[in-house]
């Protein structure tokens, strides 16, 4: 079934540990997204890529990294997680930008 | 920056009543969309909108763009268990590079 995959689904992980998120989607789109979902706060964007090559910040991105070297593929790097890096992380894509998002199912990662 | 405001927050309604939510911006908008977030999952897009006035339907659900183009509005007709969840409203950021999105209104639906 196209869509998008994101692993792991959960993680516990000890602050000042690298971690990353991986997101992969097979629907060829251009866009992708990373997003992190807190209570209270929605949705919030933290990286972006517009096409292969490319990447942009978001509202959030200090603390994170990201890259895009090919279509496909779209991971989230926390170089030293902390505790206020605990939520719930979606991957996003979309043909284009400022068309409609797509949403894999999130990382719910915790940083102890 | 651009910020979405949804109302309700949240709301508690009876397996068959109608259900209506809205969602405004600080600014004017060329897009709207609706989205569904189950429990667990991540949002799933509902209706989109992309004209002043413009009422699109999804089933039992109905979804309009605000004349002024600056808030929209979703309306649920013979809600049933199913339509538990998060609904989210999103519209272009200012640089008509990314969405937005609202913080949402959480549906609880009683049987």
């Known amino acids: 079934i196209a869509g998008i995959t994101q692993a792991p689904t959960s993680q516990i992980l000890a602050a000042g540990r690298r971690m990353t998120l991986r997101c992969t989607q097979d629907m060829r789109h251009n866009a992708m997204y990373w997003y992190r979902q807190d209570l209270g706060l929605g949705l919030r964007l933290i990286h972006y890529s517009n096409t292969a090559g490319t990447t942009g910040k978001g509202e959030v991105p200090d603390g994170y990294s990201v890259s895009r070297a090919n279509t496909d593929d779209f991971p989230l790097t926390l170089a030293s997680a902390v505790p206020s890096q605990t939520s719930v992380y979606f991957c996003a894509s979309a043909r284009s930008r400022n068309q409609p998002q797509h949403f894999g199912d999130g990382t719910r990662l915790s940083i102890l | 920056g651009q910020q979405l405001n949804q109302s309700p927050q949240s709301m508690f309604i009876q397996e068959g009543e109608d259900v209506s939510m809205n969602c405004t911006s600080s600014s004017i908008f060329n897009t709207w969309l609706w989205y569904k977030q189950d429990p667990g999952e991540g949002p799933v897009l509902l209706i989109a909108l992309y004209k002043a006035g413009e009422l699109t339907s999804n089933g039992r659900l109905t979804a309009q763009f605000g004349i002024t183009r600056k808030d929209s509005f979703l309306n649920i007709s013979a809600s049933i268990p199913s339509d538990v969840g998060i609904y989210f409203c999103?519209?272009?950021?200012?640089?008509?590079?990314?969405?937005?999105f609202g913080p949402g209104t959480r549906l609880s639906v009683l049987p």
């Open positions: 999103a519209g272009p950021d200012n640089y008509g590079q990314n969405f937005v």
